[in-house]
């Protein structure tokens, strides 16, 4: 098994040129992969308009496969605001792109595991788009268009600082097991657990409190809330 710092090196140059929220992002991404026995490397990072504009004439004016719908200018890579990742192989140095590889045997596929941990991280996937599945395409557009980030605009303090709270994991959002107060009408009314995402509360402290009933079939092993 490589260790962590050897998977890093693996993507390091590549994450030079990228906005600084898109190179934690790629840190906490490749940490994270890791850490659920998943091994990535980052393919692509910035790319200048005229390295995006040779890459679009691919299967257009020159030979070879479409692989962008993007001319240059138009792309996230374009402004360091996108990256795209693979599977690393146990060896360190073959890479693959096979999105149903299951190479840690959890029965999940790696891939999936990998863009989870990306969506927790705030970045959007291209597998998610719809004219053009882009599987390895990861990015964070601040609500920004590529004609405005062209036009020179950029993402606000505000925007890049929470950001990068959450891609260095000092958001309580993608953290496990957090300890939160839940209070009703501003009142304390118990204890719960957020866990990456998801609030877990005692079900008949907060369903009493709403004015429903709580009853517990041990047959069916379900809960059931009832509100008159
Ligand atoms: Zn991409």
């Known amino acids: 098994m490589l260790t962590l710092d050897q998977v890093r ?3 390091a140059a590549r994450l030079v040129g990228l906005h600084p929220v898109l190179a934690a992002g790629a840190k906490a991404l490749i940490q994270q992969s890791y850490a659920r026995g998943v091994l990535i490397v980052i393919t692509q990072g910035l790319r200048t308009i005229a390295e995006q504009n040779a890459l679009y004439a691919q299967g257009r004016s020159k030979p070879g496969p479409i692989v962008t719908n993007a001319k240059g200018g138009t792309s996230y890579h374009n402004y360091g605001l996108a990256f795209d990742f693979a599977l690393l192989l146990p060896d360190g140095n073959g890479i693959s792109w096979d999105i149903n590889r299951d190479g840690d045997k959890d029965k999940i596929a790696d891939w999936q595991e990998v863009v989870k941990v990306a969506k927790q991280l705030g970045l959007e996937w291209g ?9 390895s395409h990861l990015q964070m557009t601040f609500g920004l268009t590529t004609n ?29 097991d957090v300890k939160v107060s839940i209070t ?3 009142s304390k009314l118990t204890d719960g657990v957020l866990d990456t995402g998801i609030t877990y509360v005692p079900v008949r402290v907060l369903a009493e409190a709403l004015g429903a009933k709580v009853t517990y079939d041990a047959v069916s092993k379900t809960v059931n809330v009832v509100k008159e």
């Open 184 to 186: 009703l009408n501003g």
């Open 127 to 135: 597998g998610d788009w719809t004219s053009f599945k882009d599987y």
């Open 148 to 176: 405005q980030l062209r036009a020179g605009k950029r993402p606000t303090t505000d925007q890049v600082n929470e950001a990068l709270k959450r891609m260095t994991g000092e958001d309580d959002i993608v953290n496990k």
């Open 9 to 11: 090196d693996r993507s």
